[in-house]
């Protein structure tokens, strides 16, 4: 039996307000399924640059983990996540506006 999952709706509140205890400033711009919607996490860094990362699984390890889903100009990254949008309606998509890129996905708990 695999462990239960948290809700896709309840993983983006508490992220953010971890980013908010941090001062980091962060919008949900797209909602998606409120249960088992696929969450992309855009990090502008407000200098023209952006990266987005989506959650993976880890082949071998089955570890759940971030990774790049696209990084650059930020209007190449937001045109990336407009077309992962329109093949996944159910899709989230988290901004974040922080000039050093910080998102706290490496932190404790944000794998989940």
Known sequence: MSPPRLTADFW???YLARLRLTDIAAYVTAKGDPDAGSVVVKCATLDGQ?????????????????????SGPETEVDE???R???R????????????QGRTLLDEPGLAE
């Open 80 to 82: 990336a996540l407009q």
């Open 50 to 70: 952006a990266r987005a990362f989506c959650r993976s699984y880890d082949l071998m390890s089955g570890a759940r983990l971030w990774m790049e889903l696209a």
């Open 12 to 14: 983006v509140k508490a």
């Open 88 to 99: 996944d309606p159910d899709l989230w998509i988290i901004e974040i506006e922080d000039r």
């Open 84 to 86: 992962a949008r329109s």
